[in-house]
């Protein structure tokens, strides 16, 4: 395990790595290691680059190392009140024997596999807060991109291209992120009984109101006690979040329940147990299970996250839950991953991406971890991968 | 005194073949789609960079994707250069040709394929105009968040090849934020679709790095934008202060307290005077510098909003506090505020800028830029997004005085140099096209530089697409 503690290090490290042909896996805390190589390659983690750079709560902007642990980042957000707006999930749970819980995540992890979570639906995604990279190329240069504003249209949009790109095109020194206010109230409206498809059509109607709603996931009747210490009310249950000033969560509370009681008996959570059950969608609790089982994270457009599980089950034993507004799916396999039949349906139902997240070593090496592109699209990808990193170095194979 | 912005030498095996290229192209595409003729081609010698001009070889204005496609297949085996345009109102001269290169114009393919609610999503074509995509569901209580103040007349090609904001991102964002998918031509003519009505498309993030490309890419056709439920009300308030440095700080508070309104909008005192002259808004003439804060929501989530920033407005002494009391009054601000261009255009000529800074450095940048431009003996207006550090000085100059308008220019410079010094970068949201472009090494390493012109490369090896814009010149490999 390669561990640099400076950027010029790094860029030393990977420098001469391009001049042998050395493959480099590029990690963090590496617990989310879930994507496939297809050949060995030596592990350099940004563990070693570690510590906030610079942080004006009045500004909403951090600049911290990429190796900082996200815990680090988030207890000084929580110190002044703030917070990463997309909710990054933390893979250890379902991962379990494959993920390592005694290793931390790196916030430079969270934006190279661009991780979000539950109020990625209406605050954007991992990518969207990120303002400014700093990375080390294939080539061993240090290039920076983006910046520490909000709106830059400054050339080429690098950073937009280095998030979610797991690590096979550069490797990340810094990272420089917008961040939010904490909400200082959440509520959750709990509508209950209503099968996978009234539930998105109850969640279509419910974020086409004005009330802002923060989150919008269906949790069907197999997951339901995994949630809250299995407080939640019999039966399915399809949850709406609102967050904001009290006093306005009280009253987008009231008008949200009165529309969604014509679907279904409403019930109101409060604001703790609120906190604790999104945090358990957001971490896919129902599926933190100690197994092997392949897990599927997949989406697709809302309104096509019901039919793909129902087209599914007449294929294969599965369990799924819904988050998103019923878009992304995750989806607990009995036996075999069924990979055909997953990404067959979803391009049948008007296209989307499943990846796995989680397979038996045998299954992993089997199935590529993240949806195959079109062939085009495949090509223009290759060549941009090569243009960053010519020598092929960063993750051989990984995204494809 | 700096010299006049170059283009590149036009190509001049494709200037020797002018006829039979057109001849070829006619037989691609419909005669009427087809432009050639000088006096046709005349509106498309610029766009709303206007102080630059110059003569296309010929114009096509395609009406579907496959005649895109045949127009880039053509292009691209012949080398010849093409300047994508939407509605040709970029500022930043994103859209201006050159002799050498055919204009592809998307303005036919104007239509809405489809909205779908459950989704929240519309599909257009790229020559659907911003401000039509919100008003095809503002009936049914959705609109499209994106709102250049041109929103109007530019198209939803043109504001994905800038990546265009508006005074509503604070909020909601710029188009990288609300574009899902699109259909886009590559450079030899080969379709492909990125993302769709769902999150996150799959492989690395070609939307996010398409978007705000320049047109130097690909061409899009199509787009899937996010439809947001509108507010139930919105409420925007003026604030008048004695001096621009106490808007400034009353901005900084504002956003540390943990509030962001909706949009945060700043004009100084000749950008009031020239706007309240246009529009009567009834902005109050007696202050140094105006804030419009517009704050949506419930009543009792706008009150509670409101309560917060006047407190704070008032420990910066603010002298007016203005609430609009009816909708017709509310639109009359924005409306003020929305045409500060073309109202400042009616007293003289001028330059925009466009340059972002951190909140914490608006003060300190606006006292430097009126000190810059004092020292040319130029006038200011700034009228810009102060909730983003967006500024947009407008520089007031006589074009029929050549001196002057050098001088402009090289005002504009050192404004946006101070803005890159200062933390920020060149352009928030209008584009770097030929304006910037040469500044571009006062931001960027050459390394850096040669890292996005090689990622450029993976997509247009032999710069045919939109060539003379975003990177200098010189140094190009």
């Known amino acids: 395990m390669l561990i640099p503690n400076t950027e010029t290090d790094a860029a030393y490290v990977i420098r001469n790595a391009a001049a042998d042909n050395t493959p480099l896996a590029i990690c963090g805390g590496n617990t989310r290691g879930f994507a496939r190589l297809i050949q060995p390659a030596e592990p350099i983690s940004s563990r070693g680059l570690s510590g ?48 390592t819980p005694s290793r931390e995540p790196t916030i430079g992890g969270v934006f190279a596999a661009n991780i979000s979570g539950p109020r990625r639906l209406t605050a954007g995604a991992a990518r969207d807060s990120l303002l400014g990279i700093r990375f080390v190329n294939g080539r061993g240069e240090i290039i920076r991109a983006g910046g520490r504003v909000m709106k830059n249209v400054t050339g080429l949009d690098l950073v937009k291209l280095l998030a979610g790109s797991q690590g096979t095109l550069g490797f990340l020194t810094e990272v420089t992120f917008r961040v939010l206010p904490v909400p200082p109230a959440t509520e959750t409206i709990v509508i209950s009984g209503l099968d996978d498809e009234m539930a998105a059509k109850a969640m279509a109607a419910a974020i086409a109101l004005p009330v802002e709603i923060s ?17 939640l009310p019999e039966g399915e249950a399809t949850v709406l979040r609102l967050e904001g000033l009290s006093a306005s969560v009280d009253v987008r509370a009231q008008k949200l329940a009165a529309v969604m009681e014509a679907f279904g008996p409403v019930t109101k959570l409060g604001m703790e147990t609120s906190l604790t059950l999104w945090r358990q969608i957001r ?20 309104s096509a996250g019901y039919h793909l599980v ?70 223009l990808s290759a060549r941009i991968k090569a243009k960053l990193d010519p020598a092929g170095i960063f993750g051989p194979g990984k995204m494809g | 005194m700096p010299e006049a912005i170059q283009f590149l030498p036009p190509r001049q095996e494709v200037l020797s073949r002018r006829a039979a290229i057109i001849d070829d192209l006619r037989g691609l595409l419909p005669p ?21 001009r110059r003569m296309p070889l010929a114009v096509v204005l395609p009406r579907t994707t496959s005649q895109v496609a045949a127009v880039m297949k053509y292009c691209h085996r012949h080398g010849i250069p093409v300047v994508p345009r939407g509605a040709g109102t970029s500022l930043s001269g994103g859209a201006i040709p050159q002799e050498d290169a055919v204009v592809l114009g998307l303005s036919r393919m104007a239509r809405i394929i489809e909205i779908d609610y459950a989704n929240r999503t519309a599909t257009v074509q790229a020559g659907v105009t911003n401000l039509s995509i919100s008003d095809a569901v503002g009936i049914d209580g959705f609109f499209y968040a994106p709102d250049p103040s041109s929103q109007l007349a530019c198209t939803i090609g043109g504001n994905i090849g800038m990546n265009s904001g508006g005074a509503h991102c604070l909020k909601y964002g710029v188009t990288t934020n609300n574009l899902l998918g699109v259909k886009l031509v590559l450079v030899d003519g080969e379709v492909v679709e990125l993302g769709g009505k769902h999150l996150d498309a799959a492989g690395y993030d070609l939307l996010g790095l398409f978007c705000g ?8 056709t199509e787009a899937t934008v996010r439809l947001i439920a509108k507010p139930e009300g919105a409420r925007p308030v003026l604030f008048g202060f004695e001096t621009s440095e106490e808007a400034g700080a009353c901005v900084a508070d504002i956003i540390a307290s943990g509030i962001i309104p909706v949009a945060i909008e700043f004009m100084d005192k000749p950008a009031i005077e020239i706007c309240e002259a246009f529009a009567k808004a009834g902005y109050p003439l007696d202050v140094g510098a105006l804030l419009i804060v517009e704050v949506e929501g419930s009543e009792a989530e706008m009150d509670a909003m409101l309560e917060n920033i006047v407190g704070i407005a008032r420990r910066h002494k603010v002298l007016t506090v203005r609430e609009c009391q009816s909708a017709t009054e509310a639109a009359l601000i924005w409306k003020g505020r929305k045409s500060a261009f073309g109202a400042t255009g009616r007293i003289a000529d001028y330059i925009c800028m466009d340059g972002t800074v951190p909140l914490s450095k608006l003060s300190y940048v606006l006292k430097k830029t009126s000190e810059i431009t004092d020292s040319f003996g130029l006038r200011v207006a700034n009228v810009f997004h102060a909730g983003d550090g967006n500024m947009h000085p407008l520089i007031l100059f006589n074009a029929n005085d050549p001196e002057e308008a050098m001088k ?9 140099k101070l803005c890159v010094d200062a933390g920020g970068c060149l352009t928030g949201e209008h584009g770097v096209g030929i304006e910037k472009r040469d500044l571009m090494r006062h931001q960027y390493t050459q390394a850096e530089l040669a890292q996005q012109m090689a990622v450029r490369a993976a997509f247009d090896e032999d710069w045919i697409l939109n060539p003379s814009k975003v990177f200098p010149l010189e140094g190009r490999g």
């Open chain 2, 408 to 416: 402009a220019e090289e005002a504009g410079n050192e404004i946006l």
């Open chain 2, 32 to 52: 009427d789609c087809v432009i050639h003729e000088a006096r046709e081609l005349v509106p498309f010698e610029t766009d709303a960079f206007i102080s630059y």
């Open chain 1, 215 to 231: 989150g919008a996931a269906h949790l069907p009747a197999s997951v339901r006690s995994r949630f809250i210490d299995g407080a």
């Open chain 1, 52 to 99: 906030i750079v610079d942080y004006d709560p009045a500004e909403m902007v951090m600049t911290v190392r990429s190796g900082t642990p996200v815990s680090e980042v988030e207890a000084a957000l929580t110190a002044n009140r703030q917070m990463l707006a997309f909710e990054p999930m933390d893979h250890r749970g379902i991962l379990g024997p494959h993920g």
């Open chain 1, 310 to 379: 129902a087209a599914l089950r007449l294929e294969a034993g599965i369990d799924a839950f819904y988050d998103w507004q019923g878009g992304l799916v995750w989806m607990r396999m009995e036996a075999d991953p069924e990979a055909e039949f997953v990404r067959r349906y979803i391009r049948a139902l008007g296209g989307g991406h499943a990846t796995l997240i989680r397979a038996s070593e045998a299954a992993r090496a089997q199935i590529p971890t993240f949806e195959p592109l079109p062939d085009a699209v495949a090509a």
């Open chain 1, 283 to 302: 971490d896919v609790a129902p599926y933190v299970d100690g197994t092997e089982k392949p897990l599927w994270r997949v989406s697709v457009a809302p």
């Open chain 2, 213 to 220: 490309s320049e047109g130097q890419l690909g061409i899009v």
